[in-house]
């Protein structure tokens, strides 16, 4: 009976040890899993100023967007594009014309699963762009008196024009297909320096929009974009 009571206790000791070894090496297993590292350019385009140019005729424009990974969760990215606005403000009616472009970095705060790629970033942008205005009309401010409101035809070209701005962003993107992204972007502009015509502000300037008094802007764009693998790395 105890030589019984005593194969017992060492066959469930057996089993407990060779149970044990099984989970260790398991553990082992999943922790020799490295992560893949996907290091890509990805480039794309800004749907909504198509969209816009498509539904307001006064409105033409285009933007390509790309990124690449650095290093880690770093991406360097740029943006570049062009614009040509008609706009109407209370007394004038203006026309930008103009190019951009946009350099820096995105910082993405979010841990994807094994094998996924999305983005939840927030980054700074260094901005330049170059362009033109033409003051197509001007009513005078003559509001409190006897004198009657006239629009005055001016077309004046004013070129040569310039500005430079930082911008601090929020953006997603996300992976609806292998490689391809949908992408959602918000961002806040203040402005450094620009380069104004004599008795005539930029009230818009391209990649920049428009110019709030204090000197500040707001955007927003909407990507579909495509990555172009380059190599991986494990860690």
């Given at each position: 009976?105890?030589q019984?009571?005593?194969?017992?206790?060492?066959?469930?000791?057996?089993?407990?040890?060779?149970?044990?070894?099984?989970?260790?090496?398991q553990?082992?297993?999943?922790?020799?899993?490295?992560t893949?590292?996907?290091?890509?350019?990805?480039?794309?385009?800004?749907?909504?100023?198509?969209?816009?140019?498509?539904?307001?005729e006064?409105?033409?424009?285009?933007?390509?967007?790309?990124?690449?990974?650095?290093?880690?969760?770093?991406?360097?990215?740029?943006?570049?594009?062009f614009?040509d606005?008609?706009?109407?403000?209370?007394?004038?009616?203006?026309?930008?014309?103009?190019?951009?472009?946009?350099?820096?970095i995105?910082?993405?705060?979010?841990?994807n699963?094994?094998?996924?790629?999305?983005?939840?970033?927030?980054?700074a942008?260094?901005?330049f762009?170059?362009?033109?205005q033409?003051l197509?009309?001007?009513t005078?401010?003559?509001?409190g008196?006897?004198?009657?409101?006239?629009?005055?035809?001016?077309?004046?070209?004013?070129?040569?024009?310039n500005?430079?701005w930082l911008?601090?962003?929020?953006?997603?993107?996300?992976?609806?297909?292998?490689?391809?992204?949908?992408?959602a972007?918000?961002s806040?502009?203040?402005?450094?320096?620009?380069?104004?015509?004599?008795?005539?502000?930029?009230?818009?300037?391209?990649g920049f929009?428009?110019?709030f008094?204090?000197?500040?802007?707001?955007?927003?764009?909407?990507t579909i974009?495509?990555?172009?693998?380059?190599f991986?790395?494990?860690?």
């Amino acid at each position: 009976m105890i030589q019984r009571h005593i194969l017992i206790f060492i066959i469930s000791i057996l089993i407990h040890f060779s149970a044990n070894s099984q989970e260790q090496r398991q553990e082992k297993e999943q922790d020799s899993v490295k992560t893949k590292i996907n290091y890509a350019i990805r480039v794309g385009v800004d749907i909504s100023k198509p969209i816009k140019s498509f539904l307001d005729e006064d409105s033409k424009g285009l933007e390509l967007t790309g990124d690449m990974r650095i290093i880690n969760n770093y991406f360097a990215a740029v943006e570049l594009g062009f614009e040509d606005v008609l706009k109407t403000e209370d007394y004038l009616n203006f026309t930008t014309k103009g190019s951009y472009i946009k350099l820096g970095i995105n910082y993405n705060a979010y841990d994807n699963w094994i094998g996924m790629n999305n983005q939840i970033y927030v980054g700074a942008r260094y901005a330049f762009s170059l362009f033109e205005q033409t003051l197509n009309s001007y009513t005078p401010n003559v509001d409190g008196t006897y004198f009657i409101p006239t629009t005055v035809e001016a077309g004046t070209n004013f070129k040569d024009l310039n500005a430079h701005w930082l911008e601090f962003l929020f953006g997603m993107k996300v992976e609806t297909f292998k490689n391809l992204f949908l992408g959602a972007q918000f961002s806040v502009k203040k402005m450094i320096s620009t380069k104004e015509p004599e008795n005539f502000k930029n009230l818009y300037i391209p990649g920049f929009n428009r110019v709030f008094s204090n000197d500040l802007g707001i955007g927003f764009n909407y990507t579909i974009s495509y990555n172009l693998p380059i190599f991986n790395t494990y860690k």
